[in-house]
């Protein structure tokens, strides 16, 4: 495929450069979770069944038009990205995108960044970094083997390891992404924490979200971050950090491993006031919140005849609609999840 065009006519304009994007609750809004695809070559079971049925093709977004709307999103005051997915790395040509991003860092993109779940981390961790990334999260919810394939459907834990360790010699920094799971993971958390802080990683527990149906039952899979936080200071001194990355995660340092732990509570700790993320499927359509129903389909306004006209006023209904919380909730045997939408379909 050719690389991706980057010359002025082939930009979007979603609006005045002077206008940043801020929603009725004041909170302005600097950080883009951009999907490039939902397909992925994990079947991760908090995630999706193991027969998923994916997007047609014709139905995602091309390359060109997902740098025309984030460059867009860049010139309407978002400095950060974040390439997700599904699985980024299956996209094919993929890292013409971030070549292309890339040249927006230090002129209006101050981070590009992406989350993975690493098996294909090995093939691409120096063209990444040659693109400008420097920093990367990868799921991995388990150092066992077995363990991981019954997790994922999939026997790739050495090849997330492998990625692990390419993206490390490449100059990436690495964050550790863990979904914490009920009588799953819960006894080798501690473990996990001390082999990433000893790797130079640091680490961000995650308590599992009610999107998408699965075959499991979710209530028995959620485990609150607050009982694993009770158990690690038994083990360790936990100190509260100020430290930020622009997500939602509250960082702990641990004196006893010298690393940095995050902790994502959607379910017992409501993190939404302080929310700066718009998140855009692969399909274009941009969701305010991640529990939330509310969308704007950026697709149709990217592919019709006043482009820019109805992207910006598309973008100025995002800011309208943008809901002051999500209501994610873990209570009752065999419930809704509380959107029907999986993760993969979102952009995580």
């Not at 049925?53 to 390359?63: R, Y």
């Not at 390891?161 to 993971?185: M, P, Q, W, Y």
């Not at 969308?295 to 002051?324: F, T, W």
Request: with cysteine; net charge neutral.
């Amino acid at each position: 495929m050719a690389k991706i065009a980057t010359r002025k006519p082939d930009r979007i304009d979603l609006g005045a450069k002077s206008a940043p994007l801020i929603d009725t609750f004041k909170r302005s809004i600097s950080y883009l979770r951009l999907s490039v695809t939902d397909r992925c070559d994990l079947r991760c079971s908090y995630c999706m069944p193991e027969r998923m049925t994916f997007l047609p093709k014709k139905d995602v977004l091309t390359l060109e038009e997902l740098h025309q709307l984030a460059t867009g999103f860049i010139d309407r005051g978002v400095n950060k990205i974040r390439i997700t997915g599904g699985e980024p790395l299956v996209r094919r040509d993929i890292v013409d995108l971030f070549d292309a991003l890339g040249r927006r860092i230090g002129n209006g993109l101050d981070e590009l960044t992406l989350t993975t779940n690493g098996t294909q981390l090995a093939e691409h961790a120096d063209a990444l970094a040659t693109a400008g990334v420097r920093r990367v999260n990868v799921s991995l919810d388990t150092l066992d083997r077995e363990r991981f394939a019954r997790l994922t459907r999939r026997d790739a834990l050495p090849l997330v390891l492998d990625g692990i360790s390419a993206a490390k010699e490449a100059g990436l920094k690495v964050k550790i992404n863990a979904v914490a799971l009920k009588d799953v993971n819960e006894g080798e958390l501690p473990d996990l924490i001390a082999w990433a802080h000893a790797s130079g990683h640091d680490v961000t527990l995650i308590e599992v979200m009610p999107l998408g149906e699965i075959e499991e039952e979710r209530l028995d899979q959620f485990l609150s971050l607050g009982i694993v936080k009770e158990s690690l200071e038994q083990r360790w001194t936990l100190t509260e950090s100020d430290h930020k990355t622009g997500g939602p995660a509250r960082y702990f340092d641990i004196a006893e491993t010298g690393g940095r732990l995050g902790l994502i509570t959607p379910l017992t700790g409501n993190f939404c006031a302080g929310c700066n993320r718009l998140r855009v499927t692969a399909t274009g359509q941009l969701y305010p919140c991640l529990g939330g129903a509310e969308r704007v389909d950026l697709r149709a306004a990217l592919r019709s005849d006043d482009a820019e006209g109805n992207l910006a006023k598309g973008l100025a209904q995002a800011m309208m609609i943008k809901p002051e919380k999500h209501d994610f909730r873990m209570d009752t045997r065999g419930a809704e999840p509380a959107q029907r939408r999986h993760m993969s379909m979102t952009g995580g």
